[in-house]
């Protein structure tokens, strides 16, 4: 079991920048995909980014490539997403989710059906 608390959060104009953070509780936190989710309204919930366990692979959208960056601290049980140069049509509820794959010839998934444990979910508002 695993359980996700995200924070960072907030109202930012575009072209700001904003770090979120997903803390996660469990012993086995290196072995868990994290990926980070966003969900607008009217709209599913999408992939942003994701890391391996070991944090030695991670996967971008093709709409976020270049301006996040996905990381975590695994002494910390912490996976945390760097958002630079934020258009207003990042705005979302943002999610961090868990998936439990302790392979490293795992391949990262990228539906949200596939991961298991999620997180209340953090506002991000990117004015105009």
């Known amino acids: 079991q695993v359980q996700l608390v995200e924070s960072g959060g907030g109202l930012v104009q575009a072209g700001g920048s904003l770090r979120l953070s997903c803390a996660a509780s469990?012993?086995?936190?290196?072995?868990?995909?994290v990926g980070w989710f966003r969900q607008a309204p009217g709209k599913e919930r999408d992939i942003v980014a994701a890391i391996k366990g070991s944090g030695s692979s991670t996967y971008y959208a093709d709409s976020v490539k270049g301006r996040f960056t996905i990381s975590r601290d695994n002494a910390k049980n912490t996976v945390y997403l760097q958002m630079s140069s934020l258009k207003p049509e990042d705005t979302a509820i943002y999610y961090c989710a868990a998936d439990y794959r302790p392979s490293p010839y795992d391949p990262i998934r990228k539906t949200a059906s596939e991961y298991d444990y999620w997180g209340q979910g953090t506002q991000v508002t990117v004015s105009s």
């Open positions: 469990g012993r086995t936190f290196s072995m868990y995909t």
